[in-house]
């Protein structure tokens, strides 16, 4: 089974060769899902060894139709779906809370795949936290493609507040942590539950241009005046807060100027880390027909540039906390000779944390205080073990 995905050109070329690779390898049926699966199922099935393509709407019955079993017909009712976290021995588990999207950002074909955005009951969601806990997870990962709009296609005018509010009361999970989630989604409520420490200081805020103009032709609901405010208002709320972003380079019509101000307002920004993309033109989007594309070349030298921004406030950033304690959850682990255990672990602000221990310490959570930067981690001592 292959999940195929389409956000950009070359998660597309990434997916097809996936499905050629199990054909080469001699795969006696090939299956097809996922959002470029269903965007361009025709393509899919011509693929070699593809026996059928499966959309995001049927997902949920996959394991029948992959299966593809003669079942005895007992009089029963239906099973829900039981996902089990926790199970394959990871510290962290990815919860999702939400699916679909009901924003219209020129760019993203997303909406197309998977079509209006979908609350999954704050019940279920607790389930499946829940269930991992028993796994030995000690953090989730709440999930969505529009997580910030859990809630809105519900009776009850519940928000994504009310959720984490929720969760935080029903739950003992020690960490939680947001994926990712629209500046505009963001309330003065939302930062009054940082107060509880379980609530992991790092915020995904996807900007996506620097440029008052690019956003309006993303149909962006933001402007860089309103999301400087909400970063303003993130950091007076969060001391210390990890804000990262995705940030995207070459949109249609996106001049010299307009790139300018972007990169003086990611600049201003200082992010802690963040993803920069080239605009990648997908069939079915507003974008694809817009005049004066951005050649490739151009493109690829923004990126560059913006990236080289990105990694300059990102050491920054680190090295503020050289001399400080940090929660780390270790992560993985390995005998390094004479000097015991090496440990990689991720901190509650998102950032890569190693140390050296005489034990293995996979998925403990222990405080250690920072002492120097090496490449893209941070790198010091236990200082109070879990």
Known sequence: ???????????????????????????????????????????????????????N???????????????????????????????????????????GCDNFCTFCVTRVARGKGQSIPKEEILEDILRAERGGVREIVLSGVHLGSWGRDGDNDETITDLLSYLLNHSHIERIRLSSIEPWDLDERFFELWKDPRLCPHLHLPLQSGSAGVLKRMARHTSPAAFADLISMVRSNIPGVSITTDIIVGFPGESEAEFDESLTFVNQM??????????????????????????????????????????????????????????????????????????????????????????????????????????DSLIGKISKFD
């Open 1 to 55: 089974v292959v999940n195929t995905c389409a956000v950009t050109a070359a998660a597309t070329s990434d997916s097809r060769q996936k499905a050629r690779q199990a054909h080469q390898a001699g795969a006696q049926r090939i299956v097809l899902t996922g959002c470029w699966a269903t965007l361009e199922p025709d393509k899919a099935r011509d693929l070699p060894g593809v026996s059928d393509v499966i959309s």
């Open 270 to 375: 200082q992010f802690s880390g963040g993803h920069v993309f080239r605009y990648s033109m997908r069939d079915g989007t507003a974008a694809a027909k817009f005049p004066n594309q951005v050649d490739g070349k151009t493109s690829k030298m923004r990126a560059k540039i913006i990236n080289a921004a990105i990694k300059a406030s990102e050491e920054k950033y680190l090295s503020s906390f050289i001399g400080r304690e940090v929660d780390v959850l270790w992560e993985a682990s390995g005998v390094q000779s004479d000097k015991g255990w090496t440990l990689h672990g991720l901190a509650d602000y998102y950032m890569k944390v190693e140390a050296l221990a005489d034990s293995n310490r996979w998925n403990k959570l222990d405080k250690v205080r920072i002492e120097t930067i090496k490449n």
């Open 57 to 99: 709407l049927e997902k949920m019955n996959l394991p029948l139709k992959v299966v593809e079993s003669e079942f005895l017909d007992f009089d029963t009712e239906p099973i829900a779906r039981q996902p089990l976290p926790g199970v394959h021995s990871h510290t962290r588990a990815f919860i999702k809370a939400q699916d």
